[in-house]
């Protein structure tokens, strides 16, 4: 994990600057003390070291006031040489549900739509942040991922952010601004304390430095050693889940990963729930609630032969077939396509089931060509009885008994498409060809291909 050595905020940012000057650096610039602080200080490193640096600046529109900041904060940067981004996200003040988080989010979209490959995001979080952050998460039910707070440098998609300051005091900063002059934003909501973070700034942290002198200190100090117990856990992870991940067979649309649950039933309820958690999270997504992975392990406790364990939340969905737990995308509702005509050299876009089917020509593979008639192919989703005679020398098999035997997975049987010529079916794509379209070796034939619609 990166660090800074505990210096002077000059010091702090030479450091950052001699670190990632061959990166182009996009600061999160608001025009308040803090952000106003790193910009002075990183513009003055140029005169030792070249480097790209740009501020990025979020509008939120909370008040009439935001306009002038605005303006404020682009005179700043021209004054400084810095090019300077900004947005507006429109009148916010009619937000009332969570208006920080609601702002945190959006103000987070938008930075990542800036950053591009290696880019690295600069933000003004200092110590008293982290001691505010920990307080705010531990009173939301955070475990020791987010009580972990904010480390020197986090992964942001392609980008990394990295945070100079968050070894330093709010005093220590203010010193440095007041010592060279600076002006900068004073926002009147920061002293709002019906908004949460406000509540503790304000309120709660200064009753703790009167009864505990250090304890901002101290929690920064706590969120370190969680950090390092959540990097052991991180490793655990690891070590888990290349005993349990399996090789992903059978399955015909995307799948993040897969699992053995005899192996993860040899781990601990803890360990389990760690791997899970791991895994999830290696595939960039947003973790379920403690709640949610407590009722998978549940039911995987209990699944026999005629049960299987699933969960699904926003960003995606867990499923079991056999003794494999797969990672999915969301799972599009089951529904009932209605047969259609289909021209092989047209993609057929399917949005009931979020597939694509299409075509390309290949040697040895695929229905004959030399057989295929025009406008005589059509895609069919109704199974019934369906069956087919899957290449030479086989007896005529149920379609049902060959997605089994393929392992296609029940969640994916009903979006995969049946291909009929002149009425019979002829292809199960990726499952069977029929003999009477049986390509030879050295014949040109039509693969048949199904892919995700968002692929």
Same mark, same amino acid.
């Given at each position: 994990m990166t660090s800074f050595d505990r210096f002077s905020v000059d010091q702090a940012l030479a450091q950052v600057v001699r670190r990632y000057c061959q990166h182009r650096l996009k600061l999160a610039f608001s025009g308040g003390l803090d952000s106003t602080v790193l910009l002075s200080g990183l513009a003055?490193?140029?005169?030792?070291?070249? @480097?790209?640096?740009?501020?990025? +600046?979020?509008? +939120?529109?909370?008040?009439?006031?935001?306009?002038?900041?605005?303006?404020?904060?682009?005179? @700043?940067?021209?004054?400084? &040489?810095?090019? @300077?981004?900004?947005? +507006?996200?429109?009148?916010?003040?009619?937000?009332?549900?969570?208006?920080?988080?609601?702002?945190?989010?959006r103000r987070l979209r938008w930075f990542c739509s800036q950053l591009e490959q290696g880019d690295i995001l600069l933000t003004a979080h200092h110590r008293d942040d982290q001691a505010e952050t920990i307080l705010y998460r531990l009173l939301r039910g955070a475990g020791v991922r987010g009580l972990g707070a904010m480390a020197v440098e986090t992964r942001l998609g392609k980008a990394r952010v990295v945070r100079p300051l968050i070894d330093l005091s709010r005093d220590e900063i203010a010193a440095y601004a007041a010592a060279r002059?600076?002006? %900068?934003?004073?926002?009147?909501s920061n002293q709002d304390t019906g908004l949460d973070r406000n509540y503790i700034r304000h309120t709660v942290m200064p009753l703790l430095e009167q009864r505990w002198p250090g304890a901002t200190t101290t929690l920064a100090r706590a969120a370190g050693h969680l950090r390092q117990a959540q990097s052991l856990l991180a490793e655990v992870g690891s070590e888990d889940l290349a005993?349990?991940?399996?090789?992903?067979?059978?399955?015909? %649309? !995307?799948?993040?990963?897969?699992?053995?649950?005899?192996?993860?039933?040899?781990?601990? !309820?803890?360990?389990?729930?760690?791997?899970?958690?791991?895994?999830?999270? &290696?595939?960039?997504?947003?973790?379920p609630s403690k709640a949610a992975l407590e009722e998978l392990l549940r039911q995987l406790a209990v699944t026999g032969p005629d049960t299987a364990a699933a969960l699904c939340w926003g960003a995606a969905e867990i499923r079991q077939y056999r003794d494999l737990l797969y990672l999915l995308p969301p799972q599009a509702l089951q529904a009932s396509p209605i047969g259609r005509s289909w021209d092989p050299s047209e993609d057929a876009l399917v949005p009931e089931t979020g597939v694509r089917v299409h075509a390309r020509t290949r040697m040895g593979q695929g229905l004959k060509l030399s057989m295929l008639e025009e406008k005589a192919l059509e895609l069919r989703w109704v199974r019934g009885q369906a069956t087919i005679r899957p290449g030479p020398g086989r007896s005529r098999r149920s379609v049902k008994n060959l997605l089994q035997e393929a392992a296609v997975p029940p969640w994916e049987r009903w979006r995969l498409p049946l291909v009929y010529h002149h009425g019979q079916l002829v292809c199960v794509p990726g499952v069977a060809i029929a003999a009477e379209l049986w390509t030879g070796s050295?014949?040109? &034939?039509?693969?048949?291909?199904?892919?995700?619609?968002?692929?």
């Open positions: 003055a490193q140029r005169q030792q070291h070249d @480097f790209e640096l740009i501020a990025l +600046h979020v509008n +939120h529109g909370w008040t009439d006031s935001a306009v002038g900041w605005e303006t404020h904060c682009r005179a @700043f940067c021209q004054s400084l &040489g810095v090019p @300077f981004v900004s947005v +507006h996200f429109g009148d916010q003040r009619t937000v009332t549900l969570n208006r920080e988080e609601v702002a945190r989010r002059g600076l002006s %900068f934003i004073e926002d009147p005993r349990c991940g399996r090789p992903v067979v059978g399955n015909v %649309f !995307k799948v993040l990963g897969s699992l053995g649950i005899p192996q993860l039933r040899d781990f601990s !309820k803890a360990r389990q729930a760690n791997l899970l958690r791991h895994w999830i999270m &290696g595939a960039d997504l947003l973790l050295d014949e040109p &034939g039509l693969e048949i291909l199904v892919t995700d619609l968002a692929c």
